[in-house]
């Protein structure tokens, strides 16, 4: 086990399963063996007031008593500003008016700032040394890696503390209550508070508490009402508010300002008490009047009327999943009253222009105004999943299912229509239907259907092939093995997984598909010595036959398992599924080599992968392909790099495309990369060399290398390959080449597929021990295009063209190293 992994080990078994100030301070106590660091400390600043308050100090291997202070012109103060921070010595001399340091007697800093969820800085994480720290590369890795668990825990802990502070305030308080924190951002409001201003919690969170201002207040009134909560700390008087309807609420406030135990504001909490008197009789006439006995929501005919009305709206349509099954269980009179508190909450929680009865069990909600349905329906589904709905016989949990519409008319037919197909899907999605899906949705059904056809027709007819795409290994500066992947021939057509494999999945035939595509490429790569990729997806370990049929496939064809990668998902092997992991070990065992594909698109579980001992982990395009212009992206690569280095798996990036990419991959060490810069994924035939290739070395000057290229060479680019493999295994150094591109079509190749060729070959190792390269070529347009490629490559070495090989021979024989070298 490395070094990294055996400090992360010792670190866990340091602290266990400790929480809170416990773990904090074994935490330090252990990182200050660990790093052998002097001082270790977790601080969390106050940018506000510039400060830093510890949460936990080692000293010396001792637990000391924690301390404020102040940010300014500190190394701190950087870490909070701009991330991580290193100083292998000297930091003194950076900060000298960091008294602290000087007191301390530090030489060398390590900082790096805590995350919360949200991507504020929580905390900081500071290691000091009153000497020089030698391995900074290995506890910024070390620090990386335990800062998420640390930010978690310190957000716990905060979130622990305004817990037990709101539950005491509601607890001695049955008024609207609301809280915000010291930039008066709104963090916790009560039951009381929903009900009288309309919002729900969290359409408030996060906001300030101006988003209630009715506006009929003048700026005289707003500055004494500031004044005294700055500055005295309270204020209680009569204001009015808006209500989320846009009505007026008359209320009796009282805002108090909350300081900590250093006298800092922390809080800010309000009282509100309702002076809006209502009227009852109006109201109880109008519920008679347009209310569904059933739900206690307005009636059918009320809505049909509201949909008259002109403009675009929006419609949600709840409904009680397993209203049969209450039913059955508890009485029709229990569930019309669950039906009722249903209603009840749905109400509390979302603000609508309607809520109507739509049956038993269904609720219609009518917005007149631009509404987010899916995140209105994801609100309902949480409170729903977290809360039961109680009457006064039981309290039970209610699953919902969500049908949503938009548009001018026949919005109710879509909601039905849209709900429908929310409970058929199963998976309790809110589906939205626009006016024109029905026609759209029509379509896709056409399209599906015939992809359903064609894929039966490839599996039942053979159509389906492998097609191979290269990975180039950085190192060797060669391809070294493929990848398979799966194509329909079609009607003259290559179908790619993308028009075929939704349809594949719904129709349980990718075991199939896996079974045809191993086939093909084990026949294939019997003929040859590369190693090479099969992709293996969740429904071939369901199907629990790949062991066996590879095992009869190895000794069918003679190929020995190592030779065999299994590309799975990343999120196949991070769900932790019992069955598929149990097999994965075992074709692991059985020789066979295992890559985690597309990593980093779902949730990266690395102790499986350490576990499962897989081989390769191959990046996922989305942080490729941008690299080099995207920051994140590279700093992403760069961890993913390092973790694999030092947990001996080799990295392979996707989707390289360009140089610029592959120089950055490079310069982080990627060990493979797989794009189109280097293959296409083609037949194998395609990939073979379609022309003669010979690579002679000169007897009487060892060091001067003939590569003579015949036919149609350029489409796969294999004699490079060829090339390269010979130059990697000869022991004696090669500083002269004579190649003969005469007779081949190598420079009829359009002018910025050769530039890449010419650019890729001057970052590659092979051609870095060249001195001097003379090319032979003929006709015009060749002529100038080898041209092209000189002039990206002579910053490397010295090349020149040549009609003749006498003059080109004569050009090269002419240094004087070669020559005394005969």
Not at 176 to 182: F, G, K, N, Q, S
Not at 730 to 751: I, K, T
């Given at each position: 086990m490395n070094a990294l992994v055996a400090k992360l080990k010792k670190l866990s078994d340091f602290v266990?399963?400790?929480?809170?100030?416990?773990?904090?301070?074994?935490?330090?106590?252990?990182?200050?063996?660990?790093?052998?660091?002097?001082?270790?400390?977790?601080?969390?600043?106050?940018?506000?007031?510039?400060?830093?308050?510890?949460?936990?100090?080692?000293?010396?291997?001792?637990?000391?008593?924690?301390?404020?202070?102040?940010?300014?012109?500190?190394?701190?103060?950087?870490?909070?500003?701009?991330?991580?921070?290193?100083?292998?010595?000297?930091?003194?001399?950076?900060?000298?008016?960091?008294?602290?340091?000087?007191?301390?007697?530090?030489?060398?800093?390590?900082?790096?700032?805590?995350?919360?969820?949200?991507?504020?800085?929580?905390?900081?994480?500071?290691?000091?040394?009153?000497?020089?720290?030698?391995?900074?590369?290995?506890?910024?890795?070390?620090?990386?890696?335990?800062?998420?668990r640390i930010a978690a825990e310190l957000e716990r802990v905060e979130q622990d503390r305004s817990l037990n502070m709101l539950s005491s305030i509601f607890s001695n308080s049955a008024e609207?209550?609301?809280?915000?924190?010291?930039d008066l951002k709104i963090i916790e409001v009560n039951q009381a508070f929903c009900d009288m201003f309309g919002y729900s919690r969290a359409e408030v969170q996060g906001l300030e508490p101006q988003l209630f201002s009715s506006g009929l207040h003048d700026k005289s009134f707003y500055r004494n009402f500031w004044f005294k909560v700055f500055k005295k700390g309270v204020w209680q008087g009569e204001i009015k508010n808006r209500h989320a309807d846009g009505s007026v609420l008359e209320q009796w406030v009282s805002v108090n300002q909350v300081r900590d135990d250093n006298g800092h504001i922390h809080h800010y909490t309000a009282i509100y008490t309702d002076l809006t008197e209502l009227n009852k009789a109006q109201a109880e006439n109008l519920y008679l009047a347009n209310t569904d006995p059933l739900s206690g929501l307005s009636?059918?005919?009320?809505?049909?009327?509201?949909?008259?009305?002109?403009?675009?709206?929006?419609?949600?349509?709840?409904?009680?999943?397993?209203?049969?099954?209450?039913?059955?269980?508890?009485?029709?009179?229990?569930?019309?009253?669950?039906?009722?508190?249903?209603?009840?909450?749905?109400?509390?929680?979302?603000?609508?222009?309607?809520?109507?009865?739509?049956?038993?069990?269904?609720?219609?909600?009518?917005?007149?105004?631009?509404?987010?349905?899916?995140?209105?329906?994801?609100?309902?589904?949480?409170?729903?999943?977290?809360?039961?709905?109680?009457?006064?016989?039981?309290?039970?949990?209610?699953?919902?299912?969500?049908?949503?519409?938009?548009?001018?008319?026949?919005?109710?037919?879509?909601?039905?229509t849209a709900l429908r197909q929310s409970r058929e899907s199963g998976d309790l999605k809110c589906i939205v239907l626009e006016q024109d899906a029905i026609a759209a949705e029509s379509q896709q059904h056409l399209l599906f259907v015939e992809a359903n056809n064609i894929i039966h027709s490839a599996v039942n007819q053979q159509l389906i092939v492998p097609y191979f795409q290269g990975i180039h290994d950085n190192q060797l500066g060669i391809v070294t093995h493929y990848e398979a992947l799966a194509r329909i021939h079609y009607n003259d057509q290559v179908l790619s997984p993308y028009s075929f494999i939704d349809a594949a999945k719904v129709a349980g035939m990718l075991p199939l598909i896996t079974r045809q595509?191993?086939?093909?490429?084990?026949?294939?790569?019997?003929?040859?010595?590369?190693?090479?990729?099969?992709?293996?997806?969740?429904?071939?370990?369901?199907?629990?036959?790949?062991?066996?049929?590879?095992?009869?496939?190895?000794?069918?064809?003679?190929?020995?398992?190592?030779?065999?990668?299994?590309?799975?998902?990343?999120?196949?092997?991070?769900?932790?599924?019992?069955?598929?992991?149990?097999?994965?070990?075992?074709?692991?065992?059985?020789?066979?080599?295992?890559?985690?594909?597309?990593?980093?698109?779902?949730?990266?579980?690395?102790?499986?992968?350490?576990?499962?001992?897989?081989?390769?982990?191959?990046?996922?395009?989305?942080?490729i392909k941008n690299i080099h212009t995207d920051a994140k992206s590279y700093e992403i690569v760069k961890a993913l790099s390092f973790f694999c280095r030092n947990s001996g798996i080799k990295c392979i990036a996707e989707f390289v495309h360009s140089i610029e990419v592959q120089q950055c991959l490079l310069a982080l060490g990627i060990d493979y990369s797989q794009g189109f810069l280097f293959s296409r994924p083609e037949s194998f035939g395609e990939h073979q060399e379609q022309g003669d290739v010979r690579v002679e070395f000169d007897n009487q000057h060892p060091n001067l290398v003939h590569l003579q290229l015949n036919g149609h060479i350029h489409k796969a680019m294999r004699f490079t390959d060829a090339f390269r493999r010979c130059?990697?295994?000869?022991?004696?150094?090669?500083?002269?080449?004579?190649?003969?591109?005469?007779?081949?079509?190598?420079?009829?190749?359009?002018?910025?597929?050769?530039?890449?060729?010419?650019?890729?070959?001057?970052?590659?190792?092979?051609?870095?021990?060249?001195?001097?390269?003379?090319l032979l070529v003929e006709g015009q347009y060749s002529q100038k295009m080898a041209a092209v490629w000189c002039r990206h490559v002579m910053e490397v070495f010295e090349v020149r063209c040549f009609i003749d090989e006498a003059s080109a021979r004569q050009w090269l024989l002419g240094d004087s190293r070669l020559s005394l070298i005969a």
């Open positions: 266990g399963q400790t929480r809170g100030q416990e773990y904090f301070e074994l935490l330090v106590l252990a990182l200050s063996e660990i790093i052998e660091c002097d001082f270790v400390f977790i601080g969390q600043p106050n940018n506000r007031a510039k400060r830093c308050s510890t949460v936990a100090v080692s000293a010396f291997g001792r637990i000391k008593e924690n301390f404020t202070y102040e940010l300014s012109n500190t190394p701190c103060e950087a870490v909070t500003n701009s991330g991580v921070c290193c100083y292998q010595s000297k930091v003194t001399e950076l900060y000298p008016e960091d008294q602290l340091l000087k007191d301390m007697r530090v030489e060398s800093y390590i900082g790096m700032p805590l995350y919360s969820a949200q991507g504020n800085v929580l905390g900081i994480l500071v290691a000091m040394h009153t000497s020089a720290i030698e391995s900074v590369a290995e506890i910024t890795a070390l620090f990386e890696i335990i800062g998420y609207a209550m609301l809280v915000t924190d010291a009636s059918k005919s009320f809505l049909a009327e509201e949909l008259k009305s002109p403009g675009c709206k929006s419609l949600l349509i709840v409904g009680i999943d397993g209203l049969r099954y209450l039913n059955d269980a508890y009485g029709f009179d229990v569930c019309d009253e669950l039906i009722r508190s249903t209603a009840r909450i749905i109400k509390e929680q979302v603000h609508a222009d309607c809520y109507v009865g739509g049956g038993p069990g269904k609720f219609v909600l009518l917005f007149k105004r631009p509404v987010d349905l899916y995140a209105v329906a994801d609100q309902l589904r949480m409170h729903f999943r977290h809360h039961q709905v109680s009457t006064a016989d039981i309290s039970v949990f209610v699953s919902l299912s969500f049908g949503g519409a938009r548009g001018k008319t026949d919005l109710l037919r879509l909601g039905v595509i191993a086939r093909q490429a084990f026949k294939i790569m019997s003929h040859h010595d590369y190693t090479f990729s099969l992709n293996i997806t969740e429904f071939d370990l369901n199907a629990q036959y790949l062991q066996r049929f590879l095992v009869e496939l190895c000794q069918q064809y003679q190929i020995a398992p190592q030779r065999v990668i299994l590309e799975v998902l990343e999120g196949i092997s991070s769900a932790g599924k019992n069955s598929h992991l149990k097999q994965l070990k075992a074709l692991k065992n059985a020789g066979f080599r295992l890559a985690i594909d597309d990593f980093g698109t779902e949730h990266s579980n690395f102790e499986r992968i350490l576990d499962l001992e897989v081989d390769y982990l191959k990046i996922d395009a989305k942080y130059l990697a295994e000869r022991e004696q150094p090669v500083a002269y080449g004579l190649f003969d591109f005469r007779h081949s079509d190598f420079f009829q190749m359009g002018e910025s597929d050769l530039i890449d060729r010419a650019r890729l070959a001057a970052i590659e190792p092979q051609y870095q021990q060249f001195e001097k390269i003379a």
